[in-house]
């Protein structure tokens, strides 16, 4: 071979090898500032704990280094330890770099995951190769926010899709809240989640809402209805929001209402001193822990009894809601897990909001809800089928459950269900 051929082949070898460290250095640059970021946020909000504005938890050197595979190779990655003071366990988790990461994550995922921690559109190209490898070195600014506008699209198509046939049992509402570029009202976004009839969880609507009102989420469910989804579900599980409730009375009157355990504990706790919150937990812990409704019954009234005389206002927020808040009795026990709370939205959108926090500069309303969107889309594609799917048939056909048992000769006897 022509020695200048191999004097070029490798001297490109050695310019490839540079410039591929150059993309490992600027992927653990990335890395780092992210989870900077992620450990700060976590520091500022736990100060905020304190009366005396100390730091209860503080930095604690960093977890032994990892490698996460990349489109470039592997890329060495240390991620913060914290200690927590007051010995309750706080640990600094990241949403970016998970315990259980190996390889970096895909387009898809990590586009918008960059644009909520406002890397500027300029810079997608570059941090783009760094973490996924050369096929992301076409996306340029103008690529960049032509496929940005694409998902806009696919969005709105999502919103607009046909439901007819489908059926779903159960729902999840929540309203999850965001904070936007040059916006000092703090963004909420309308998210339903359903559970169809084989037991696969689905996201049906997320939209730009207004502060949770009534008529924002008519108009949700009632596009809902108008797609096709004309059998009301069996039952809607959701936090307070007197808004969701009432639209659903009006556009599904069928369905029955589930108030979400996680929220009441925590409006319950909220009015009363913290001396007594960790042992009214446990009390209100014993109430949907209860095997029966009737067990339920006389731990709602042990804790109305202990604390009512104290603190009538806490009380009085436990004990309007107390037959929406046991409504899960009257379906299979194997379901009762997911249908307390509203987990499946929580844990959803809980990294896609730490991603969002203290957050300007990062786009208009709109932008933000494709973004977000696109975050919920991949995950929807890892959420697990609902345990005792099989049972989903026979809450469809109105088959009883008393206690989370069906209701058959043997339990003719049982005490009647209790009126929605």
Not at 290 to 301: C, G, I, P
């Amino acid at each position: 071979m022509d020695k200048a051929i191999v004097s070029n082949f490798k001297e490109q070898g050695a310019t490839l090898d540079a410039l591929t460290e150059l993309v490992r250095q600027g992927a653990r640059e990335i890395i780092a500032q992210a989870l900077e970021v992620e450990v700060k946020e976590l520091l500022s909000i736990m100060s905020q704990e304190m009366p005396d504005g100390k730091m209860s938890v503080v930095r604690n050197g960093y977890l032994p280094e990892r490698e996460i595979l990349t489109g470039a190779g592997p890329v060495a990655v240390k991620v913060p330890k914290v200690r927590d003071r007051l010995g309750r366990g706080v640990k600094f988790t990241s949403s970016l770099v998970p315990p259980y990461l190996k390889r970096a994550e895909r387009v898809e995922e990590f586009l918008p995951l960059l644009y909520l921690r406002c890397v500027s559109t300029g810079d997608f190209s570059e941090a783009l190769v760094a973490l996924l490898g050369p096929g992301a070195k076409v996306l340029s600014a103008s690529t960049v926010s032509r496929l940005k506008q694409t998902w806009q699209d696919e969005h709105r198509e999502r919103g607009a899709r046909s439901l007819k046939g489908k059926r779903y049992v159960y729902l999840w509402a929540d309203g999850v809240y965001f904070n936007v570029r040059a916006d000092d009202v703090r963004q909420c976004i309308l998210v339903i989640i359903g559970a169809t009839a084989d037991g696969r969880k689905e996201l049906l609507a997320l939209e730009d809402g207004y502060r949770e009102s009534e008529q924002s989420w008519h108009e949700l469910l009632a596009d809902l209805r108008s797609q096709g989804m004309t059998d009301p579900p069996r039952l809607a599980v959701a936090d307070g929001a007197l808004g969701f409730w009432a639209a659903l009375s009006k556009v599904f009157p069928e369905t029955r209402h589930q108030r979400c355990w996680v929220h009441k504990t925590a409006n319950v706790l909220n009015k009363l001193p913290k001396s007594v919150q960790k042992k009214a937990k446990a009390g209100l812990q014993a109430i949907w822990m209860a095997e029966t409704r009737e067990e339920a019954h006389k731990a709602f009234d042990r804790c109305l009894q202990r604390y009512e005389p104290k603190y009538p206002k806490a009380m009085e927020c436990l004990s309007k809601d107390r037959q929406d808040l046991l409504a899960f009795y009257d379906f299979p026990a194997e379901h009762w897990l997911h249908i307390r709370t509203t987990n499946p939205v929580e844990s959803t959108f809980a990294t896609v909001r730490l991603r969002t926090a203290k957050t300007r500069g990062c786009g208009s309303r709109e932008t933000i809800l494709a973004m977000v969107f696109k975050l919920a889309q991949s995950a929807e594609k890892r959420w697990k089928r609902l345990r005792g799917y099989k049972l989903l048939g026979k809450v469809i056909t109105g088959v009883k459950f008393v206690n989370g048992e069906e209701l058959n000769e043997e339990t003719e006897d049982a005490p009647d269900r209790e009126a929605a």
